[in-house]
């Protein structure tokens, strides 16, 4: 079935610094990603949509000069905090989907396994 | 925008008893709701869907009702059991999929 493979799944960066998040789609192609943050005890909140080749769409109050997103192909997709501060510390999560290929969810939607950020 | 909204915020259940929480959405033009159970620090996992064209879905002891007119749409867990208990989330999508507040469902053994 689909598998969207994200790195990494934790990591602990000081104030100031740069943090990559990748997102791969393993076994079929993704035309959209979307990047999710979760806050503790809180739901899913979408940040941004990113189709392969375009720039991506930032969902309003998200800094798209801080967090950048980048889709170069149809099997991967990265979200860049830049300049990360204690209050990005957080989940985030990508979606792969709808997909395509013979890897592609039925469901159209493929959650990567999360990473959890923490800025000290 | 899609706005969803999910109720109750909290449910606890008897093991054996049934479970329901109700999600409502804005836009009619959403075609696709899925739920998800998510553990504590885990990726959500897709445990049941339903598409516009369809009104309710079963499998084993979950089941989905979908009505498109009143826009709302509900997720029924019978027979619950202890490892039922997790956050459950709802979502609405015809692009991009936005996600209920979530749900914290306990089941007392």
């Known amino acids: 079935g689909a598998v969207v493979s994200q790195h990494p799944s934790w990591v602990i960066c000081k104030s100031g610094t740069s943090v990559k998040i990748e997102c791969r789609s393993l076994?079929?192609?993704?035309?959209?990603m979307f990047w999710y943050r979760q806050f503790p005890k809180q739901s899913l909140m979408l940040m941004a949509t990113?189709?392969?080749?375009?720039?991506?769409?930032?969902e309003q109050g998200v800094e798209k000069d801080k967090f950048l997103i980048n889709h170069a192909s149809l099997t991967l997709s990265t979200l860049t905090v830049t300049s990360a501060h204690p209050e990005d510390s957080s989940f985030y999560i990508c979606?792969?989907?709808?997909?395509?290929?013979?890897?592609?969810?039925?469901?159209?939607?493929?959650f990567g396994s999360g990473t959890r950020l923490t800025v000290v | 925008g899609e706005n969803v909204e999910q109720h109750p915020s909290t449910l606890s259940v008897q093991e054996g008893d049934s479970a329901v929480i109700k999600c409502t959405y804005s836009?009619?033009?959403?075609?696709?709701f899925p739920w998800y159970k998510q553990e504590l620090g885990k990726r959500p996992q897709l445990i049941i869907d339903?598409?516009?064209?369809?009104g309710e879905k079963k499998d084993q002891r979950i089941a989905v009702t979908l009505n498109k007119t009143a826009k709302h749409f509900s997720l029924h867990i019978t027979e619950t059991q202890p490892e039922d208990s997790a956050v459950y989330f709802c979502?609405?999508?015809?692009?991009?999929?936005?996600f209920g507040a979530g749900t914290r469902l306990t089941v007392k053994p």
């Open positions: 076994d079929f192609q993704a035309t959209t």
């Open positions: 979606s792969a989907g709808p997909g395509v290929g013979a890897g592609a969810s039925v469901a159209g939607y493929t």
């Open positions: 836009d009619s033009a959403s075609n696709y």
């Open positions: 979502a609405a999508s015809r692009s991009e999929m936005r």
């Open positions: 990113s189709n392969e080749g375009s720039k991506a769409t930032y």
């Open positions: 339903i598409r516009s064209n369809v």
